[in-house]
């Protein structure tokens, strides 16, 4: 089944909030002079400090926090040396219970939605806020004053995402281990995936599959504009994402989440803003977000979790931005690490925006970053001309994607897949677009049939036919050697199921032959659920007859010591295993009743006629469950004793050195009439 069509049920997750008011009591001027008469309005014209007291949040699992306030913010000036504004820096640091963190600067403003007002609030993330202090940083200057603060308007609003889906039980790896030996090989013959993203249900947005509150708008890529939170590390960044995701949707009042991406400190990469991909395809751009003030628009905004103030991004976080880059930068074929008329491909929030974001250890090493990205463009950019839409998939002409099947038995699964991209497929020579086995990829399937391409039970099939569609949705078979651009093509296999009992999951996905995998893997997979052997049968007509044409029957009430006769029987399989007459295990006609015992009507014709206890063999070559089998041997009556005489005679079925199958009670009744 396409994973991307099979939307999993949300783990339920709760947001709980909840608001400390008053939090200015108290607090102090550490540093500059006010210039405002009112005690509880603060504002400089050169610089001011206010400093909070220690609050205590008296909740056990609040693990963020927003301050809001109100200001009021001078008309804009423009220094022509510094070309920044005044401003108001927010500074949090929080107490776990054991110990202060450090102080950390609040997000910039800027990080916004176009159209809005720059808001007056600020997230702080932790693993858990028993304690939260913050302060205010004023800068101005006489001909323009700082913004102007009401310290009796801030609140603190407390926020637990705590109750969700945990990164920490995740069966993850580390970025570093992803990452294919490919980078800056230039081999075309590279296998790669595409970034292993942690979509919205996964992380536990409120909201995976959609944003009512905004509807996606969608435009061409041009950039890529890096970010950074500002925030602490939390060693839970599915959790972290939620409180992101709750301070821009409802506390910013956006609708949704600001930014495209998520990278959090060990290299994971989380989707962000809702898009819808089939509308994204069709309009061929990406969801707009709210990251850069006025800036949005063509731009995918990617924030790393953490403060990069004074703090070294890891290599992992190095990695996972470049190579998230260089997958967005693909399909619109600019390579981050080029420029364009309006600048560089891959910038930091600071080149359009006032702010110090992405923070000065990340921005000083985003050259690094476009020249990592650049190693994995080429790559990136040469396979997105080979995409896919999944367009359906079956077993025997019906559509399913989990079907039961008899072990040692065989079927026929077809898989309809579209050509996305913009090469026209072939079915044979260099690059010939095949399928192969996946998960783990180029496995040798348990499934393999004779007729699967090569010898390594890796490649099931290349595609033979075209889908075509009547305008009454009729789907009808088009025999083909190429599939062209927004065409479908059907790949169609035999399987045959191994005999042990249990469900498999059998994944597929597309290569060109001798050149490279498809990038993005569709997750396209059977579950094929084979069943215990059962070997079973019934009764359905048997006879005497006087030759094996079986056109004279005999008169069982009638017959003569020493005649010679023939015996057929008839079965049904009602097993799930087929009957063969060749091979190790044949179905054979045996004595019953006991098992194997010495039959009197013994004749040389005999499957075994030694020990006169294996009458026939299965006369068809193979019969499969729901068939009919045909037993046919040639007997001598035997001597009954003076008089006439009533013999009964039992036969049952068996698969030799394997099986008896049920015991029917079948048998042969005639009256012997002796001289």
């Known amino acids: 089944m396409f994973a991307g069509n099979n939307k999993p049920k949300p783990v339920p997750v709760e947001i709980k909030t909840s608001t400390l008011n008053n939090v200015s009591d108290n607090g102090r001027i550490a540093e500059g002079e006010n210039i405002r008469p009112e005690p509880k309005t603060i504002q400089t014209e050169s610089k001011l400090v206010f400093e909070s007291k220690e609050i205590v949040t008296q909740s056990e699992t609040a693990n963020s926090a927003v301050l809001k306030w109100d200001q009021i913010t001078p008309p804009a000036q423009t220094d022509s040396e510094s070309h920044s504004t005044s401003y108001a820096l927010v500074q949090f640091r929080t107490f776990n219970g054991k110990e202060w963190s450090d102080w950390v600067d609040a997000p910039s403003p800027e990080d916004r939605k176009d159209g809005t007002e720059a808001p007056h609030n600020a997230l702080v993330l932790a693993d858990v806020i028993k304690g939260i202090q913050y302060r205010f940083v004023l800068e101005g200057k006489a001909q323009q004053p700082s913004p102007e603060i009401n310290l009796d308007s801030t609140s603190i609003e407390l926020i637990d995402t705590t109750q969700g889906p945990s990164l920490n039980e995740q069966n993850k790896q580390s970025l570093l281990q992803k990452v294919h030996k490919y980078l800056g090989s230039g081999s075309t013959q590279a296998k790669s995936d595409s970034p292993y993203i942690y979509n919205r249900a996964q992380w536990g947005s409120p909201e995976p599959y959609n944003s009512p509150a905004w509807d996606p708008e969608y435009e061409p890529l041009h950039r890529v504009t890096i970010h950074h939170t500002a925030t602490t590390f939390t060693p839970d960044s599915f959790a ?64 790393v979790i953490g403060n990069f103030t004074s703090s070294d991004p890891s290599n992992d976080v190095f990695y996972s931005v470049a190579r998230l880059a260089a997958f967005k930068a693909a399909p619109y074929d600019f390579n981050p690490a080029g420029s364009s008329w309006f600048g560089q491909h891959l910038i930091g929030h600071r080149d359009v925006n006032s702010t110090s974001c992405p923070g000065q ?57 579209q050509n996305n991209g913009t090469e026209t497929w072939n079915n044979n020579g260099f690059g010939a677009i095949m399928l192969g086995t996946d998960a783990p990829r180029d496995r ?137 007459r060749d091979g190790p295990n044949p179905t054979r006609l045996a004595t019953n009743r006991p098992q194997d015992k010495y039959s009197w009507l013994c004749d040389p014709t005999w499957v075994n006629s030694t020990h006169c206890n294996r009458a026939a063999a299965l006369t068809e070559t193979r019969v499969e469950p729901g ?4 037993f046919g041997f040639w007997g001598r009556i035997p001597y009954g004793g003076p008089g006439d005489a ?21 048998y042969w009744e005639f009256t012997v009439r002796n001289p």
């Open 361 to 417: 250890k990340l921005y000083d090493r985003l050259q690094e970053v476009r020249n990592l990205a650049s190693t994995y463009y080429p790559t990136y950019n040469s396979m997105e001309h080979l995409d896919t839409v999944y367009k359906g998939q079956g077993f025997n002409d019906i559509q399913r994607s989990q079907v039961l099947i008899w072990p040692g038995t065989t079927g026929t699964a077809f898989i309809d897949i």
């Open 646 to 666: 009533v013999l009964r005679e039992y036969f049952n079925l068996t698969l030799e050195s394997k099986a008896w199958l049920n015991d029917v009670g079948q």
């Open 444 to 580: 040798a399937s348990l499934f393999c049939d004779s007729s699967w391409l090569g010898s390594n039970c890796d490649r099931p099939s290349t595609f033979k036919n075209k889908v075509l569609t009547d305008a009454n949705g009729v789907r009808t078979l088009q025999p083909t050697n190429t599939i062209a651009p927004g065409e479908i093509a059907r790949f169609q296999f035999q399987v045959r199921a191994p005999m042990q009992s249990q469900t498999y999951r059998e994944q597929f996905h597309l290569l060109s032959a001798n050149r490279t995998w498809f990038l993005r893997n569709r997750g396209i997979y059977f579950d094929f659920i084979v069943p215990p052997p059962f070997y079973a049968w019934e009764w359905q007509t048997q006879g005497i007859y006087t030759d094996q044409t079986t056109s004279v029957p005999v008169d069982i009430n009638n017959v003569r010591a020493g005649q010679r006769v023939y015996f057929q029987l008839k079965g049904e399989n009602t097993g799930n295993q087929p009957w063969l």
């Open 627 to 630: 068939q009919i089998g045909t």
């Open 240 to 303: 972290a994402m939620r409180s992101i995701w709750q301070f821009h949707t409802y506390t910013n009042g956006w609708g949704d989440i600001g930014y495209n991406y998520v990278v959090d400190s060990r290299g994971n990469m989380f989707q962000g803003r809702f898009y819808d991909y089939a509308e994204a395809a069709r309009l061929k751009g990406e969801v707009v977000g709210a990251h850069a003030y006025e800036h949005n628009r063509g731009t995918s905004g990617i924030a």
